[in-house]
């Protein structure tokens, strides 16, 4: 595993051109592996030795001090997905058009189309489908009564879709993905992620060492040691697996951090409100476990 100094060397290389993309990404996953981490290194305990500070930063502790991360980097393949997502955006909001054939031909290679159904007179979408009563169909709008729908082609729906900007069919999830996942998608949709494959293959290259970037700066920064505090262990576990910290009005009780106060420190109308909320969430929660639905 690299240290703090190792990895900013590497950036540097690569930054200059001095080793290619596929060499940086050997040198950093050389030495990788499960159970390796950071802070089993010599380099991070000795820097940490450093800027720890005598007491925890959230409750005045002293006992059992470690170093609190406030940010954490994300796995490479999320950065990769990231800037994926930023190019093809990129793409269709300029408004790239695609050939119609070639559209035609992605769309029928990776999709099965189940049509909207219409009223063979006047042409309404999803007339009403009767269980019982013949026949089988009734058009809401002209009251025609019949039994077989008529549909639009997919050539007829990309016609309208290249024609006409404002066509509603572009928002109808009438195609499921050949794929495992089987996924319904309208026409906008398909056109996003076949805009997004042809810029994948593109510009691999690029996006591929964008998000080595990304993925290098945001573990130098973790590295670094910068954005820590110091906690003691009740509260790391607290703010690890809870997502607690301690209160700053009492220094007494523990509070989601995305709160300004404990329950106990809000203003009585307020702190009454939240019990109940409380009360009514674990009585649920008890119907549930009764149930044995929980």
Not at 116 to 131: A, I, T
Not at 136 to 152: D, G, Q, S, W
Request: aromatic letters at 12%; glycine letters at 2%; hydrophobic letters at 30%.
């Amino acid at each position: 595993m690299l240290t703090y100094k190792e990895l900013i060397e590497l950036r540097e290389k690569l930054s200059k051109e001095e080793i290619t993309l596929d060499t940086a990404k050997e040198i950093y996953w050389k030495d990788y592996g499960e159970g390796k981490r950071a802070w089993h290194t010599k380099d991070w305990e000795k820097r940490r030795n450093k800027i720890i500070k005598d007491s925890c930063e959230i409750c005045d502790s002293k006992e059992t001090l470690t170093i609190q991360h406030l940010s954490h980097p994300k796995k490479y393949y999320d950065y990769l997905n990231e800037v994926k997502r930023k190019y093809a955006e990129n793409i269709t909001n300029t408004n790239t058009t695609i050939d119609k054939s070639v559209f035609n031909e992605y769309l029928l290679t990776n999709y099965n189309y189940f049509p909207v159904p219409l009223c063979p007179n006047c042409k309404n979408r999803y007339p009403n489908e009767r269980m019982r009563k013949q026949p089988k169909y009734l058009c809401t709008e002209c009251r025609l009564e019949f039994n077989e729908p008529i549909y639009k082609t997919v050539e007829e729906l990309i016609e309208f879709f290249y024609s006409d900007e404002d066509t509603i069919e572009k928002h109808d999830k009438c195609f499921i993905s050949k794929d495992k996942w089987m996924n319904k998608q309208n026409f906008l949709q398909i056109n996003y992620w076949m805009q997004r494959k042809n810029i994948e293959v593109k510009s691999s290259n690029e996006i591929d060492k964008e998000a080595f970037f990304l993925f290098l700066d945001d573990n130098i920064k973790y590295l670094s040691l910068n954005e820590t505090i110091t906690i003691c262990r009740k509260c790391a576990f607290n703010y690890d697996l809870n997502k607690m910290e301690l209160c700053p009005k009492c220094k007494k009780y523990y509070k989601g951090i995305q709160y300004q106060s404990c329950i106990q420190c809000l203003p009585e109308d307020k702190r009454k409100i939240a019990l109940e909320k409380i009360e009514f969430g674990k009585e649920w929660h008890e119907m549930h476990k009764e149930l044995g639905i929980d």
